[in-house]
């Protein structure tokens, strides 16, 4: 993997990564009306980390198994669904925001300390 694709890879991650904890938090406060809008764009941005994380995996581990890799796409499973159970269960929107910050706080010590 060149070094520009994966600049290019990582920008696009981090970028979906921050459109998708935006309109997660939008999902815990927003209306109803706009649960189509929202899911849109939280799925997309859940496409784009899923794809451009996977890219990244293989170009640079070599599709190797790691244990930290198994928890960030649990946490990114967490994190993508938490769009959807926000609008139906409207009475836990606290506890989801504390869960979305402990998925993303857990994500990002998994990638830079890497402990398994």
């Known amino acids: 993997m060149n070094p520009h694709e994966f600049l290019t890879l990582h920008l696009l991650h981090v970028a979906a990564a921050f459109v998708l904890m935006g309109y997660t938090f939008y999902a815990l406060a927003a209306p109803p009306e706009t649960r189509r809008k929202v ?6 941005a859940s496409l784009v980390m899923l ?7 293989q170009g640079i581990y070599g599709s190797a198994p790691a244990g930290w890799l198994v928890v960030k796409i649990g946490c990114w499973l967490g994190l993508s669904a938490l769009s959807g159970i926000a609008y139906r269960k409207r009475g836990l929107a606290g506890a989801f925001a504390w869960l979305a910050i402990a998925l993303v706080m857990t994500a990002l010590v998994m990638v830079y300390v890497k402990p398994f």
């Open 39 to 44: 899911m849109m764009w939280a799925g997309g």
């Open 51 to 57: 794809l451009t994380g996977l890219r990244m995996w």
